[in-house]
């Protein structure tokens, strides 16, 4: 990544970095310099051996995950600055399929997991008063554009772009800053051994047809994303969702109609 903010002398936990979006975010953030602990439910054998990077495996859904991932953190490196919040449930099931376990868990871990994280990390970060901490959420375009059979992903990344506001706000006081970073379609093939064919080519195809720069994100857009509002460079911004999806969101993207057609009344 060039011209990466550097984060010497930082400690990051990145919840979810041991695949995907996540893996990504990790790899950055040593790259630049820091020094980061990941919790997830299993550890990538991609950051085995290294001293930068630690793993707690755990589920932040679970009540004493944050405070474990927080404890460890301090134990092994004496602070925390950085949290990016990537862990993530999202099972794919229409109104008529969905099971409620499913559904609680979806929320379990995208909404309560991330605020006990978020929680946890704000009293450390309050009561060693850390003026330069900084919180970095993943969200997804879903939450304003949501399709079918992604309800309970798309409700729970809307909740966490609205208390991840509310949470700038109370925040702010303490110098803590809150943003989201809302990823489009990105391709995590080769950065993940989840869900390798979690969409098919027909589909993969569709959602780049969709995107007005023509095509899918990679994880390093959001990684560099993801640095760029936990670094100096972004000292005066908070509460905002930086959407990272190459022009998607910003509405329809059509194709002009044949020539015979130019003088139809076309409405949609």
């Known amino acids: 990544?060039?011209?990466?903010?550097?984060?010497?002398?930082?400690?990051?936990?990145?919840?979810?970095?041991?695949?995907?979006?996540?893996?990504?975010?990790?790899?950055?953030?040593?790259?630049?310099?820091?020094?980061?602990?990941?919790?997830?439910?299993m550890a990538a054998d991609y950051f085995a051996g290294r001293d930068d990077v630690a793993t707690v495996v755990a589920d932040i859904a679970a009540p004493d995950t944050a405070s474990l991932v927080l404890d460890t953190a301090i134990s092994r490196w004496g602070r925390a600055d950085i949290l990016v919040n990537d862990a993530a449930a999202y099972p794919n099931a229409t109104l008529l399929e969905t099971e409620a376990a499913d559904w609680e868990r979806v929320f379990a871990v995208n909404v309560t997991g991330t605020f006990l994280m978020t929680q946890a990390f704000a009293r450390h970060c309050v009561g060693r008063d850390a003026a330069d901490a900084a919180i970095v959420s993943i969200s997804t375009g879903s939450a304003r554009s949501p399709r079918p059979a992604g309800a309970a992903y798309a409700a729970s990344k809307a909740a966490v772009e609205t208390m991840s506001k509310v949470f700038a706000m109370e925040l702010g006081p303490y110098g803590i800053r809150v943003n989201v970073v809302a990823p489009g379609y990105i391709d995590v093939r080769g950065w993940s051994e989840a869900f390798p064919d979690r969409a098919t080519d027909e589909m993969r195809a569709r959602l780049v047809a969709a995107i007005p720069l023509g095509r899918s994100g990679h994880p390093t857009d959001i990684a560099s994303a993801v640095l760029f509002l936990a670094s100096d460079a972004a000292a005066h911004i908070s509460g905002t969702v930086l959407e990272v999806d190459g022009g998607s969101n910003a509405g329809r993207l059509t194709l002009a109609p044949d020539p015979e057609e130019r003088h139809a009344s076309v409405r949609g």
């Open 1 to 41: 990544m060039a011209d990466a903010p550097r984060f010497d002398g930082k400690v990051a936990i990145v919840t979810g970095g041991s695949n995907g979006l996540g893996r990504a975010i990790t790899d950055a953030f040593t790259a630049a310099g820091a020094r980061v602990l990941i919790c997830d439910l």
